[in-house]
């Protein structure tokens, strides 16, 4: 029988650092998780009370995300 090996190629180590993540709570009901991307965050998760948020183009995983407070 072979052995298997598992690796997790998401798995931080000298090859790849952790990303800088970084939790945005705004008033309007909102809670962004951004990751930071040279001078800028990008967003990688967004969580809202308002529906309309989730159809938002500029709120899309991946766009460039600049916080209200």
Same mark, same amino acid.
């Given at each position: 029988m072979p052995l298997l090996t598992v690796i997790d190629l998401n798995e931080p180590g000298v090859w790849q650092p952790? @990303? *800088?993540v970084q939790l945005f709570r705004e008033e309007n009901g909102r809670v962004a998780e951004c990751v930071r991307q040279g001078d800028d965050w990008c967003l990688r998760r967004l969580?809202?009370?308002d529906p309309r948020d989730y159809l938002? @183009?500029?709120l899309q995983p991946g *766009?460039?995300?600049h916080p209200q407070f």
């Open positions: 952790m @990303p *800088q969580i809202s009370t938002d @183009p500029a *766009q460039k995300f």
